[in-house]
């Protein structure tokens, strides 16, 4: 039978489906998951075998009697639901390499050459994100108090603490987190670029004291997993994607206002991107603590709303702190032992040049580093005023 929609749930998993299906139908999802490996990673792989599920269940037919209707029927519900462009772009993409891998020797006309799955252009992976709906430290305390939980209130800590991508919670391991220190817990999280695997210390203050006593919950209950946050299913495995589910509920119920985990690292970002405008961090400590380059940490989380930017532009330009006549007469102290720190450079380089030392090229060349004026024009007249060539 059709489905307006489905959403997978903390009590019915992707996986759960899958062990329920027909073994044929296993066989068919397996078979295609392997092809998706062969260009793509496990995780693209999953993801591709979790949106065939979701295609099946809205569809209410086994994969190997799809037919055109079905496919029209379940664009019209993808094109209607919450999605990102970007994400209904992927879910297409699956299944229509999902249905000519499956009808290779039909598709073309079963399917009219599947021209119904058009992608769409300029699609952006997440909605834009303003400044309503980043997540105050009082949004924070309230969803922690509310979630009954010790489990989800440290998930949720840890990640708005951190600035945590969901994923990165879901499969942290409890090898990667040091509960040494008595102030401070740190994470190790691990990340792959330009195919190199680096390990970032992520220190959470509020959150390790949620972590230690998560621990100590899962060894009197007897939990044995290498995840912070075991599957209920699986110990051996992550907990799944329902994640979002739970936080969206969680946020809807308190806050009146449904949200993605993701806001609350786009909250951290932002707020570490205000004190780095107030001058109370630097920069460079802000982009390592988030793990992006510059571009990315100025282009991604600079959500502050007009009225906070102007306020801020205010008190930086209008209000700032006018110098002591100590403290005039010191820069005026050290703006002169600069001026002659140059000239006894200077002086240093004309010795070098009449005397012909082979360092002098090596100090010619590291000049342009240095404000100093000094050129290839007045290296000439040096020469020329000691007779040399």
Not at 69 to 95: A, P, R
Not at 202 to 209: D, N, S
Request: hydrophobic letters at 30%; aromatic letters at 10%; glycine letters at 4%.
């Amino acid at each position: 039978m059709r489905k307006e929609w489905f959403e997978y749930t903390r009590d019915l998993s992707s996986e759960q489906i899958y062990t329920s299906l027909e073994e044929y139908e296993k066989v068919i999802l397996d078979k295609f998951k392997d092809k998706v490996l062969v260009t793509s990673c496990e995780s693209r792989a999953k993801e591709s075998k979790r949106e065939l599920l979701r295609f099946r269940e809205i569809t209410g037919k086994e994969f190997k009697d799809i037919v055109l209707e079905d496919l029209e029927y379940f664009i019209t519900k993808l094109k209607g639901s919450t999605f990102s462009d970007h994400s209904k772009n992927k879910i297409k993409g699956y299944v229509r390499q999902f249905l000519i891998s499956q009808f290779k020797d039909s598709w073309e006309k079963d399917f009219e050459g599947l021209g119904i799955l058009k992608f769409n252009k300029g699609a952006l992976n997440k909605k834009p994100i303003t400044d309503k709906e980043l997540f105050t430290e009082q949004d924070i305390k309230k969803l922690l108090e509310a979630e009954p939980t010790l489990f989800f209130k440290t998930f949720l800590i840890c990640q708005a603490e951190g600035g945590l991508r969901t994923k990165e919670v879901r499969e942290c391991l409890w090898s990667a987190v040091d509960l040494s220190r008595d102030d401070f817990v740190i994470l190790k999280i691990k990340s792959t670029k330009g195919g190199k695997t680096r390990e970032d210390p992520i220190p959470l203050k509020v959150a390790g004291k949620f972590l230690r006593e998560l621990k100590k919950q899962q060894e009197k209950f007897g939990i044995e997993s290498p995840f912070v946050f075991p599957s209920p299913q699986n110990p051996n495995k992550p907990i799944s994607k329902s994640v979002n589910l739970w936080f969206s509920s969680l946020c809807k119920k308190v806050l009146g206002r449904s949200a993605n985990n993701y806001l609350l690292r786009h909250s951290c970002g932002t707020a570490l991107q205000r004190r780095v405008k107030e001058g109370e961090i630097s920069k460079s400590n802000a982009i390592d603590f988030m793990r992006h380059s510059e571009k990315m940490f100025d282009s991604k989380y600079g959500h502050m709303s007009y009225e906070e930017k102007s306020k801020m532009l205010q008190k930086k330009i209008y209000n700032s702190k006018e110098l002591t006549e100590e403290e005039s007469s010191k820069i005026k102290v050290l703006e002169k032992t600069i001026e002659l720190m140059q000239r006894d450079f200077k002086k240093e380089i004309e010795l070098l040049i009449i005397s012909s030392d082979q360092r002098y090229s090596d100090f010619l060349d590291e000049l342009p580093k240095y404000e100093l004026n000094f050129n290839e024009k007045m290296v000439k007249e040096i020469k020329q005023k000691n007779g040399m060539k």
